[in-house]
């Protein structure tokens, strides 16, 4: 069965800090992952990353995908309390099918 | 540009009753997705339509069914609701499939069976 799971649930942490969230698949036709921040509304596009060991960045946030692990992880250099938000992590297999985590929630403390 | 809208934006129904459910893409954008998302569940793909066809579909019962129009707005209907159908359901909009891939979400239709 295909999934995606992501760790850890949730994660509470201090302004400044660093984090790291993570994210593992088994998706049959892997096609591309996706990282997704959802606050109270709708998910927000991050990163797509297709490519293993290519690191893809925006400013404090930074990602990277292993396709032989078969895993991913987004870093947070810096947090700040707008960073405080549900990380989502989908996966896309060959057909325009996806799969999404049940997500990471981050909260920053100020 | 505007973003996606949905309509309604919360909606009570009654078990066994049934419910359609409006997406507007953004102005351009041929490709419809929709998603369920629960708190167990997190966030489920349904289905995406794309040029009012139906290009793929997730693993929902038949009561969950979609169509697109020729303006490339989308309904999606859900019948003899049940109350496991409580949830936030997503419309995401995109171009057609390029190398940087990005979906745009609508705010959700909040949907409570009771």
């Known amino acids: 069965e295909d999934k995606v799971v992501q760790s850890p649930l949730s994660l509470v942490v201090h302004e400044g800090d660093t984090v790291t969230l993570n994210c593992s698949y088994e998706?049959?036709?892997?096609?591309?992952l996706l990282w997704y921040k959802q606050e109270k509304k709708a998910p927000t596009f991050l990163f797509m990353l297709?490519?293993?060991?290519i690191e893809k960045k925006s400013g404090r946030l930074s990602s990277i995908l292993d396709k032989k692990e078969l895993f991913s992880i987004l870093n947070i250099t810096a947090t700040q309390t707008g960073d405080s938000a549900v990380y989502l992590c989908a996966v896309e297999a060959v057909g325009n099918q996806f799969y999404f985590g049940t997500g990471t929630s981050l909260t920053v403390i100020p | 540009k505007a973003g996606v809208t949905q309509t309604p934006r919360y909606l009570i129904k009654t078990r066994g009753q049934q419910v359609t459910l409006s997406c507007s893409p953004i102005s351009g954008h041929r490709s419809v997705s929709w998603y369920q998302q629960t708190p167990g569940q997190g966030l489920q793909f349904l289905f995406e339509?794309?040029?009012?066809?139906?290009?793929n579909k997730g693993n929902f019962p038949g009561r969950f069914s979609g169509r697109q129009f020729s303006n490339s707005r989308s309904e999606m209907n859900v019948s003899t609701l049940e109350l496991g159908d409580s949830a936030l359901y997503l419309c995401a909009s995109s171009l057609e499939r390029t190398i940087t891939y990005e979906q745009y979400f609508g705010p959700g239709t909040r949907l409570t069976v009771t």
């Open positions: 339509y794309f040029s009012e066809t139906q290009r």
């Open positions: 998706v049959t036709n892997f096609r591309s």
């Open positions: 297709t490519s293993s060991g």
